[in-house]
């Protein structure tokens, strides 16, 4: 087994600031997307978890350099240490770059600014020494300034794409990277230098960006901040010349861009030569296959609908949605559409009416600044605009990505041909093209999601704010089928069927659903990962390599209220988009099938969902659904290394029948099976099973 990675993992712990973690996530995945899923990662999570298997590229970003080492020092850095040694990526900026060198000397001699001290990691063989320039204060724009760097192309040329020669860049509070081309033959190149004479003693150069090569790994150092857009810098009560600054930067832009990407293709990384644009939030769209139960359910909501200036609201724990109904609108709205010379003589313009051609917007106003990708934009705080369709499905210019009429006759017909009576599970459901998260939206906002019907699902063609296990994050871009299913579950099953198999059924649903989508199917090489990935067998590798790779990932929230667990289900599966791992129209392909349409495979999965739930519930995780589900898994027989329990050796056995815990048994001399059993939860554990290693978290 393989696992490609994908991670681009930004620490977000003690010692990094919001602001830098947030342009550093903004930068970053317009550059690496969609091959990378760039997501934060907790002090915690970097000592505790197995991230180092799947991590493509770990940043540092901006803050305080004493904060990563009361996190870090010792067995986060050795991990960290033998991560880039055996042939990892590290960005360390500003902070991260001070943290990574043998030595930090910071504002030496100033009494409550002097930091210096030897580091742990010394990526770096020497110093960074700093204030590269005066002024820097804490949590301030003061010594903020737009440094001039001259880059070093041949160092960067190789790495392909643009790079430019001199060029603005944010810095505020960085350091020089000391006799930096004195450790040539220690594998460091100096990528840039300041050309402005900076306020430290640097050696015979000035220093501001190197190239370290440590072991087999990669490691890129800057004291400025080249993921800092002008866009994203806010002029609002700065110090004086602040606007000149930004201003000067804007100037530079496409070159810091450029800049930065040759670095990303440095530390061995695919990047995009076009930034990818993040699309704005478009309409949420509720329909059903009997388009009379929406008009229940806006009934329904009529208690928690307020009106301001004419509009209808829903005001959710986390997002605010504005009520819209295509058979009944304003005449403002017809207006609005009409041109300007008709808009003059039509009387009563402003006065309510009514019409049989609705106009839809897909866009709120707060989300129109969004349009041209402009600045780091909290999604939450955007009103979302929910259109019910109480009379028909959406037409198809409403919603181009997704064709409701194929999604419910699939169904209808996946239903019929199942004998599934009760036939709730996808009967209505709520579609955007563009949306923060289908799991955010409904388990978010409870009292939106307390009216809806069990088994309606979200949908969407593209995610902003996708949600994973723990702290991943599944990469959502077009081409990926992803849904959430509202389940709620009677507390009185709790004992013949828990809720924590909900996930292993979701699994087994989607591989059913893949394998039943149509004739021929049947043997594509789908896996379930335990607890909660769904796996597939490259279709690129030799198959004898047995190399499988992550397609899908399943994420299961619940709450308790009335006697019943309210879950919703998510899931992201590459169905089209062959970035970053590899797809399911891939494996199709392979076998000479015709590729998935989303719709259609959403309708199978959905199908086979409704009926492993209601077998579950009859007979709980009973012995026919334990064998189906070992007929999926990858971890048969499979050796691992219990660290809680000294390093011991265990062979997966399987699952309990009881709660879903993994059973593995200890192994002794000559790998002989001393009979002793360890089980393990799926929430208190780490697992990297292509490692063979299980941990338990603390």
């Known amino acids: 087994m393989t696992d490609k990675r994908v991670n681009v993992l930004v620490y977000s712990g003690n010692g990094a600031t919001v602001e830098s973690v947030r342009h550093c996530l903004w930068s970053l995945r317009r550059l690496l997307s969609p091959n990378y899923a760039v997501i934060p990662i907790s002090g915690e999570a970097l000592l505790k978890e197995p991230w180092t298997a799947s991590c493509a590229l770990l940043v540092m970003p901006g803050g305080a350099d004493l904060g990563y080492c009361r996190t870090l020092n010792g067995e986060g850095n050795r991990k960290i240490s033998q991560y880039v040694n055996n042939g990892g990526a590290y960005l360390g900026l500003c902070a991260g770059g001070y943290y990574a060198c043998k030595r930090c000397e910071f504002e030496e001699g100033k009494k409550g600014m002097e930091v210096c001290g030897d580091r742990e990691l010394g990526f770096y063989p020497g110093i960074c020494r700093g204030l590269a320039y005066p002024g820097f204060v804490y949590h301030s724009e003061v010594g903020t300034r737009a440094a001039e760097i001259r880059v070093n192309k041949e160092s960067l040329v190789t790495a392909g794409g643009a790079v430019p020669e001199v060029f603005r860049v944010y810095y505020n509070g960085g350091g020089v990277f000391v006799d930096a081309e004195k450790y040539a033959d220690r594998g460091v190149e100096v990528l840039a230098n300041f050309t402005e004479k900076v306020s430290v003693e640097s050696g015979e150069n000035q220093a501001a960006v190197v190239y370290c090569r440590v072991g087999e790994g990669k490691v890129v150092l800057t004291s400025p901040h080249p993921e800092f857009a002008a866009v994203n810098l806010n002029t609002n009560d700065d110090p004086p010349g602040y606007q000149k600054i930004v201003s000067a930067l804007a100037a530079d832009d496409k070159q810091r861009t450029d800049f930065m990407r040759a670095c990303l293709a440095k530390l061995g990384l695919r990047v995009s030569q076009e930034n990818q644009a993040v699309p704005s939030l478009s309409s949420l769209h509720i329909s059903s296959a009997i388009p009379s139960e929406v008009a229940e359910v806006v009934s329904r909501l009529a208690g928690d609908v307020t009106r301001e200036d004419d509009k209808e609201y829903i005001k959710g724990e986390n997002d605010t949605f504005q009520l819209e109904r295509p058979d009944a609108w304003s005449m403002a709205s017809v207006a609005k559409a009409l041109p300007e010379a008709v808009k003059n003589v039509l009387p009563g313009a402003a006065s309510e009416a009514t019409t049989s051609e609705p106009v839809i917007t897909e866009t709120s106003e707060e989300d129109s600044a969004a349009k041209s990708d402009e600045g780091i934009i909290d999604y939450d705080k955007v009103v979302k605009r929910l259109v019910a369709h109480e009379s028909s499905l959406p037409e198809a210019k409403h919603t181009p990505y997704f064709n409701h009429h194929a999604f419910f006759a699939n169904l209808k017909h996946y239903n019929s041909a199942s004998r599934n009576a009760t036939s709730a599970f996808g009967k209505m459901i709520l579609y955007g093209e563009v949306v923060t998260s289908t799991n955010t939206l409904l388990e978010k906002n409870p009292r939106l999601l307390n009216h809806l019907p069990d088994g309606f699902t979200a949908t969407a063609t593209t995610q902003l704010a996708g949600r994973g296990r723990g702290n991943n994050v599944w990469v959502s871009p077009p081409g990926s089928l992803m849904f959430s299913t509202v389940i709620r579950h009677s507390m009185t099953l709790s004992a013949s069927a828990p809720v924590v198999f909900i996930q292993y059924l979701a699994a087994l649903a989607i ?188």
């Open 511 to 698: 591989v059913a659903g893949i394998q039943s989508y149509d004739r021929g199917y049947g043997g594509l090489p789908v896996k379930l990962k335990w607890p909660n990935d769904i796996y597939a067998l490259d279709p690129s590798k030799d198959p004898m390599e047995k190399a499988y790779v992550k397609i899908g990932g399943i994420l299961v929230n619940s709450s308790y209220s009335g006697g019943d667990y309210t879950l919703v289900a998510g899931v992201g599966l590459n169905v089209t988009n062959a970035a970053p791992t590899t797809s399911l129209n891939a494996l199709a392909a392979k076998a000479k099938l015709p590729p998935f349409t989303l719709e259609k495979l959403l309708a199978s999965i959905l199908n086979q969902f409704e009926i492993l739930y209601a077998r579950f519930c009859r007979q709980g995780f009973s012995r026919q659904l334990e064998e189906t589900y070992y007929k999926s898994w990858l971890h048969s027989e499979q050796v691992v290394t219990l660290e809680t329990e000294g390093g011991a050796r265990a062979r997966i056995r399987g699952i309990t029948r009881d709660w879903g815990l993994l059973v593995a048994e200890e192994l002794g001399w000559e790998d002989r099976p001393t009979g002793k059993l360890f089980q393990l939860q799926s929430d208190s554990n780490s697992f990297d099973f292509f490692k063979g290693l299980v941990k338990r978290k603390v």
